[in-house]
Structures are given as C-alpha cells and as structure tokens.
C-alpha cells in the first residue's frame, strides 16, 4: 500500500524510491506529489520534514518459456554527480588529475576544460570525498537543501566561493554581505535581499 515517507537530511527522491524499489520517476511524478514537486521542483534537493509520499510497487507479469534461463534488466536512470573546481581566482582548475571516493567505489578522474568532472553516483554514497593537488575535499552526497531555504541558498554561495558564513540568525551581516557580492558580480540588483531575480541567478550558476 502507499507509504507517506518523511524526508531526513541527505535524502533525495532517488534515495527512498530505491528502497522502496519503486522507480524513482514514478514516485516524482505521483499526483499525491504535485505540490511537493511545485515547491521544489528538483528531486535532489528536498528538505528534511517534506512529506514524499511512495505509491505501492506495481507487479509486473512477463511470459517465457518454461525451464529456461530468462535475464531481467531494471530500468532507471543512474544519478550523476557534476563538479565544476575553480581556483581562488575563480578559473577554472583544467586537465587536473584528480581522485573521487564515494561510498566504496574511487574513480582516477581528469578536469575538462571548463574544470568539471563527472561520475555515476552510487545510490548508497551518503559522503565521499575528492582529491586534488594535495588536497582532500569532503562531499555530503544529498545534503544541498533546496535554494528556497535560508540553508540552500547559503550553502550554494559558499560552493561558489562568497563566503556567507554557516549562521542561522535572520539577520547576519557576513551572509548579506556575500550576496551583495555575488549580486554586484552578476549585475542584479545589489540589495542583500533573496528575491525572485537572485534566486534564478544562484541557481543558474550553481548548475542546480
């Protein structure tokens, strides 16, 4: 029967429909999810208390010849993990060797030359960590909350170097600051406020 999942921090749609084994499509496309996928219109970056309801597993019948050996292949669509790494300057860091761990898998990766990376991400990954010119990067697969909360938008804006600080207070000084920064340098209006137009902007260039 259907199940009403609260979501918790580091999880994403494509993480309970896996452990519900439904397809992670048909619980994001559900009607009982319509208002959830209006608010946060991505899968990736749900927000923990949100309510994803699961529809029940549909059986599935399929016909063959008796006392042979049948394969079965599940369809989905693997999630993927995109870096793009910039240096303190804000170019980006090209053709670099690099080492991504996630989970139990590690992959001997190379920057393009925009400076991203890609690699098929583990559905059990919860942390992982990437390594590049002697330095170790920690990565919480899941964790990005969606851009609407205060937590989203400010963490999108540390990734891209603007150093908002990790308060949670209405009113603080660091993070308005680094949006007034990432608001001068993409030419919005520089008022430290998360309106409509800076939204976009963050979004688009986060990349989600």
């Known amino acids: 029967m259907p199940e009403k999942h609260c979501i918790e921090q580091g999880e994403t749609c494509a993480h309970v429909a896996a452990r519900f084994g439904v397809p992670e499509k048909t619980v994001w ?50 999630l993927t993990l995109r870096l793009e790494l910039r240096d303190g300057s804000g170019e980006p860091i090209t053709d670099c060797d690099c080492e991504l761990e996630l989970g139990d898998q590690t992959e001997n990766l190379k920057t393009d030359g925009q400076g991203r990376i890609e690699a098929t991400l583990p559905l059990s990954a919860e942390q992982g960590e990437l390594r590049l010119q002697g330095a170790a990067i920690a990565l919480n697969v899941g964790h990005l909350d969606p851009v609407e909360e205060m937590s989203g938008w400010r963490e999108r804006l540390n990734n891209l170097g603007y150093n908002p600080g990790s308060s949670d207070e209405e009113d603080c000084e660091q993070r308005r600051y680094a949006l007034e920064e990432f608001q001068c340098d993409h030419k919005l209006t520089v008022d430290g406020i998360f309106g409509p137009n800076t939204q976009a902007k963050l979004v688009e260039i986060h990349g989600c």
Do not use: W
């Not at 991505?42 to 549909?58: F, Q, R």
């Open 29 to 78: 496309d559900d009607p009982s999810n319509k208002e959830l996928k209006d608010s946060r219109k991505n899968p990736n970056a749900l927000y923990p208390g949100d309510i994803l309801n699961v529809p029940e597993k549909a059986e599935k019948e399929e016909s063959g010849p008796t006392e042979q050996r049948h394969r079965f292949r599940r369809l989905g669509v693997p």
